[in-house]
Antibody, heavy 122, light 107 residues
Framework: QVTLKESGPVLVKPTETLTLTCTVSGFSLNDAVMGVSWIRQPPGKALEWLAHIFSNDEKSYSPSLKSRLTISKDTSKSQVVLTMINVAHVDTATYFC??????????????WGQGILVTVSS | DIQMTQSPSTLSASVGDRVTITCRASQSVSPWLAWYQQKPGKAPKLIIYKASTLKSGVPSRFSGTGAGTEFTLTVSSLQPDDFATYYCQHYNTNFPTFGPGTKVDIK
């Protein structure tokens, strides 16, 4: 059974750095066809893709947020980490991690975590 | 960046209705188009990928068609469990983007 679970702070102050962790099970981050993305959703708004990490450690970022994001993984811990620097109120959102299986569906997302609501406020 | 639009933004329907949602891309994304269903407070669920391939376990009343820049999601006979928000997503590049969503609510 594939599961993903997000963890991290639920409240961060403006200008701080946000670090979120996605812990996965039921598949390996070393599997050549597996990758993990971070996607966010501000309250009442649409989904926004942020970043993706492939099994070979290749990374892809949203062009509009690239300067603020870093995605990495620790395969021994089955974890994918997203770091966002210099957060602002507009970064308040539910943050999801999600899996892609390139052998089946390409860079779309067949399994999702439950999400973590992060609020940016002083 | 490839921009995605959806119409309508809200759709009011009744159980048993045939419902169609349209998704348009600013350039061709064929066939790399996915559809998701999201209910309040929950993560999205993948229902269709590669424009028309139904994910395993998804009811056959859902179908996807389209090519190039225009795609549709159809629910042949709306069921109570189908009232939700639906998003399209292209993955023609390594920078996927989502549409703004279509909320299907009860008439």
């Amino acid at each position: 059974q594939v599961t993903l679970k997000e963890s991290g702070p639920v409240l961060v102050k403006p200008t701080e750095t946000l670090t979120l962790t996605c812990t996965v099970s039921g598949f390996s981050l070393n599997d050549a066809v597996m990758g993990v993305s971070w996607i966010r959703q501000p309250p009442g708004k649409a989904l926004e893709w942020l970043a993706h990490i492939f099994s070979n450690d290749e990374k892809s970022y949203s062009p509009s947020l690239k300067s603020r994001l870093t995605i990495s993984k620790d395969t021994s811990k089955s974890q994918v980490v997203l770091t966002m620097i210099n957060v602002a109120h507009v970064d308040t959102a539910t943050y999801f991690c999600a899996r892609s299986d390139l052998s089946v569906a390409g860079l779309c997302f067949d399994s999702w975590g439950q999400g973590i609501l992060v609020t940016v406020s002083s | 960046d490839i921009q995605m639009t959806q119409s309508p933004s809200t759709l009011s329907a009744s159980v048993g209705d045939r419902v169609t949602i349209t998704c348009r891309a600013s350039q061709s994304v064929s066939p790399w188009l996915a559809w998701y269903q999201q209910k309040p407070g929950k993560a999205p669920k993948l229902i269709i990928y590669k424009a028309s391939t139904l994910k395993s376990g998804v009811p056959s009343r859902f179908s996807g068609t389209g090519a190039g820049t225009e795609f549709t999601l159809t629910v042949s006979s709306l069921q109570p469990d189908d009232f939700a928000t639906y998003y399209c997503q292209h993955y023609n590049t390594n920078f996927p983007t989502f549409g703004p969503g279509t909320k299907v609510d009860i008439k």
